[in-house]
């Protein structure tokens, strides 16, 4: 993986929440679809950049949390881009191996919650 | 706009945060940007379903804020689907008019933080 080049005014601009978070939603390269959405402490986007891959950090667990590390379903990160409040980031990847849900799906998103009716 | 079908049931698994509230990524069904991230509170969900646009919670004015209601640019849901973790929505969606962001850009994501070096 290529390590990625950062505008640092920008990285120094982002706006982390109370616990010192950031969501990041991640979309695919290839197919654009919506993979999953997760958060990036300040130490876990310094990992992303130079690792040119996603490191996250699992509240669950309060670690950095590299994505794909034991499964190899890595993603490999091609564009950062942050939103107009600086508060949000959308993280373009190739998802390497099955996917990107531990559930084996492709995406998080594989559930249908409501839907236009067929007419 | 046509109000959408829901699955109740998947509707009653949502989990909100300490706050009542749950983000949505909210996606274009068109040309499948990222348009924008905003927060949805069950109040908003319900309105979102019967309106067939989306209704979100402003947690700056703490009230609904139907996007669009003064701008005309309305999002016009397609479909929404939740994640694994029941945690997170994805709002596919007719954006109308010029486009999410309240700068004039179509997507909110219109600036880069970090990308791959050129070779």
Request: net charge negative; glycine share 22%; hydrophobic share 20%.
């Given at each position: 993986m290529n390590p990625l080049v950062a505008i640092d005014a920008l990285v120094g601009e982002l706006r982390y929440d109370d616990r010192g978070l950031i969501p990041a939603v991640v979309q695919s390269a290839?197919?654009?679809?919506?993979l999953m959405v997760a958060w990036i402490s300040a130490a876990s986007l310094e990992a992303t950049i130079a690792q040119g891959r996603t490191v996250f950090w699992s509240r669950s667990r309060q670690e950095l949390w590299a994505k794909?590390?034991?499964?190899?379903?890595v993603q490999e990160v091609v564009e950062i881009l942050v939103d107009c409040d600086a508060d949000t980031l959308l993280i373009k990847v190739h998802q390497?191996?099955?996917?990107?849900?531990?559930?084996?799906?492709?995406?998080?998103?594989?559930?249908?919650l409501a839907e236009v009716e067929s007419q």
């Open positions: 290839d197919d654009h679809s919506v794909g590390a034991t499964s190899g379903d390497h191996g099955g996917g990107a849900c531990h559930t084996g799906s492709w995406s998080c998103f594989d559930r249908s």
